[in-house]
């Protein structure tokens, strides 16, 4: 059974730093990776997709790289903002394009 | 539509009532998913259409949960009895097809609580 972890659970930087966002997933065999921005009472927006063929996808300031071997991914915050605060979801699809997400990480930019 | 939309966006309800939940996916999109959030988790999955069909509905925690999609494009989501556990976020997202590479798109959620 596929199980998608995410560390920390919370982070608190001050703006202008780079950070990185850790995901981890036990199951190799994925489809692709999704990562997703999440505030607080809203739905999800979709950041960046990742193919399992793929090792990384870039936007803005975003990056997220894939390991499939080592089950890893991680998101990169450039330059971060206080616009950035959300809780950050990482997701692996399986058959059928189902999604397995992790818990996510509470991300707080203090001006 | 631009975008997923659900409705209600909120629904307060009594323990043992009935609910239906609905979401309008993005036009043309194939595939439609169901998704429960419960606070401070990450969202599970319930069930999946590919068109008219229920293709996986793995999900789905007991018999008192059922969806339907007749036409292929809008969705319910029904509870029957409903219980204080079934609080939480219902998020619907869709995609082109239900193929792994293809990007999820999701709605804003219904908040629903069972007093």
């Known amino acids: 059974k596929q199980e998608v972890t995410q560390i920390p659970a919370a982070l608190s930087v001050p703006e202008g730093e780079n950070l990185v966002l850790n995901c981890s997933f036990t199951?190799?065999?994925?489809?692709?990776l999704q990562w997703f921005r999440q505030d607080p009472g809203k739905g999800l927006t979709s950041l960046l997709l990742?193919?399992?063929?793929?090792r990384e996808q870039t936007s803005g300031r975003l990056n997220a790289s894939l390991d499939k071997s080592s089950g890893r991914s991680t998101l990169y915050i450039a330059a971060s903002q206080p616009g950035d605060s959300a809780t950050y979801l990482c997701?692996?699809?399986?058959?059928?394009?189902?999604?397995?997400f992790g818990q996510g990480t509470e991300l707080s930019v203090k001006p | 539509g631009a975008g997923v939309s659900q409705t209600p966006s909120n629904k307060v309800t009594e323990k043992g009532k009935y609910v239906e939940l609905r979401c309008d996916p993005i036009?043309?999109?194939?595939?439609l998913y169901w998704y429960r959030q419960s606070l401070g988790q990450g969202p599970e999955f319930l069930i999946y259409?590919?068109?008219?069909?229920?293709?996986?509905d793995s999900g789905l925690p007991n018999d008192r949960f059922f969806a339907v999609r007749p036409e292929g494009s809008v969705s319910t989501l029904k509870i029957q009895r409903t219980e204080r556990g079934d609080s939480a976020v219902y998020l619907c997202a869709s995609s082109q097809l239900a193929a792994r590479y293809n990007e999820q798109f999701f709605g804003p959620g219904t908040r629903l609580t069972v007093l």
């Open positions: 990742i193919q399992s063929s793929q």
């Open positions: 259409f590919q068109g008219t069909g229920a293709a996986d």
């Open positions: 199951d190799s065999a994925i489809y692709n």
């Open positions: 036009s043309g999109h194939t595939a």
């Open positions: 997701a692996v699809s399986g058959q059928g394009g189902k999604l397995i």
